[in-house]
Every structure is written in structure tokens, then in C-alpha cells.
């Protein structure tokens, strides 16, 4: 069975630095993505990232890079110069794959970051 | 983003009501899904819906029931509820797997935070 695990149930980070929230998976499937959302405390989920698993390189969004090192199932989120409105909970998701065209994600219990002045 | 939205955003209702949680993406995707966010737990995936047939069930009880009349709406329609329903619901919607990298995700929206008293 996939799983997806966040380790950290709480970060914090100072205002400008970096900060890197760590995400290990499980899955038997040689295919799959991993994605970041972000969660303010208003309730949407933002996407902010993707890294496909035959993605030869690691993704990149602005201030986001996701160190994914598949031999050790890990896809930490890099968030740099974080910025007071970074503080949110942050959810690592994997791809699981379905009979038909839509398809299912798997979350983590995700990570709460707080950026400090 | 408003690419998916929500209504009504917040919703409080008593065991013996019924009403209804709507969502439409102006997206142009083809899947549709609802989740459920309960304090201190992960997301959890209730429904999903791919080019207007519902794909998924994930063990959900009858007092939700779902209707998708077209792939840009989807509804919850809910009645007789229990105080542990209370969450957050959260709709996304997804292009679906023959497009590649970043098109696989899915977008949320702001979601609808109910308490049953």
C-alpha cells in the first residue's frame, strides 16, 4: 500500500531563511508523482509543487525546490527567504495510480511552519 | 485562484436538516472530487467523479451523497448528519492522466467549513 509519512509535526523557521520540510513515501508503482500543497489557516489547499517520478531533474517554483532523492523515497520541500506569509500547514501528497483517467492522492498528516519577524 | 470554487464557505446545521455543498471548477478538467478534513487527521478522500460517472466511494455513509450533473459541477448533498461530521470539505478537480507532469494535479478550492450541532 502507498503511504506517505511527514515526520514534522511542527517548524519553525526566521524570517529569510531556509527552511526544508521532509516527506518520505512507499509505493511498489515505478510510475508515480509527488506533489506540496499549502494550507493557510483561511483553508485552501495551494498547490505548490510537482516532481514526477521518471523527472530527471528536481523541481523548481520560485522560492520552492523539492530535493526528491528516489533511492531514498524522500521529496523534502525547500522553501527559501521564507516570509511571514509562508507561516501554514504544509501537506505532502503521492500520485496513486487508477483503472480509469482520474486518480487518487495520498496525503500526509502534514507540517505546521511558522515564520518568525 | 479562483479557478475552483466553493459555496457556502461556512455551514451550521442541525442533526435533521438537509443541505447541499456545491463546487464548480472553471478549470475545462474532467475529474472532480470531495474530501474531508478533520481536526488532527489527514485528508481523507470521500468521492470522485471522472467525466460525470462517480468512480469512488471510499466507505462513505449514505447521508452524503453525491451528484455530478456535468463535469464543471459537483454537489454534496447532505442530511441527518452527526456532530463528528463537523470538518472542513474540500473539492478539487484534476485534468486526467494522458496529459503529463504539472496537468495531473489537483486544484482545490477554498472549501466549505461545516459544524452539525
Known amino acids: 500500500a502507498q503511504k506517505i509519512t511527514q515526520t514534522q509535526p511542527g517548524m519553525f523557521v526566521q524570517e529569510k531563511e531556509a527552511v526544508t520540510l521532509d516527506c518520505t513515501y512507499d509505493?511498489?508503482?515505478?510510475?508515480?508523482?509527488l506533489f506540496w500543497y499549502k494550507q493557510p489557516s483561511s483553508g485552501e489547499m495551494i498547490f505548490l509543487i510537482y516532481q514526477g517520478s521518471y523527472d530527471q531533474q528536481n523541481a523548481t517554483e520560485g522560492r520552492y525546490s523539492l530535493n526528491f532523492q528516489k533511492a531514498r523515497k524522500s521529496a523534502n520541500l525547500v522553501i527559501s527567504a521564507s516570509q511571514l506569509g509562508d507561516s501554514a500547514m504544509y501537506f505532502c501528497a503521492m500520485r496513486e495510480p487508477r483503472m480509469d483517467s482520474s486518480y487518487k492522492l495520498i496525503f500526509g498528516s502534514g507540517t505546521r511552519l511558522l515564520v518568525r519577524p | 485562484e479562483t479557478g475552483v470554487t466553493q459555496t457556502p464557505r461556512h455551514l451550521v446545521m442541525g442533526m435533521t436538516n438537509k443541505k447541499s455543498l456545491k463546487c464548480e471548477q472553471h478549470?475545462?478538467?474532467?475529474?472532480m472530487y470531495w474530501y474531508k478534513q478533520s481536526a488532527k487527521k489527514p485528508l481523507e478522500l470521500m468521492f470522485v467523479?471522472?467525466?460525470?460517472?462517480?468512480?469512488e466511494n471510499n466507505s462513505v455513509p449514505s447521508r452524503f451523497s453525491p451528484e455530478c450533473p456535468n463535469s464543471s459541477h459537483l454537489f454534496l448533498h447532505l442530511h441527518t448528519l452527526q456532530p463528528e461530521d463537523s470538518a472542513l470539505y474540500l473539492c478539487?478537480?484534476?485534468?486526467?492522466?494522458?496529459?503529463?507532469?504539472?496537468?495531473?494535479?489537483?486544484?482545490f478550492g477554498p472549501g466549505t467549513r461545516l459544524l452539525v450541532l
Open positions: 467523479y471522472n467525466f460525470k460517472e462517480q468512480t
Open positions: 478539487a478537480s484534476s485534468q486526467d492522466e494522458s496529459h503529463r507532469g504539472g496537468a495531473e494535479t489537483q486544484y
Open positions: 509505493t511498489s508503482d515505478p510510475s508515480y508523482g
Open positions: 478549470l475545462g478538467h474532467n475529474a
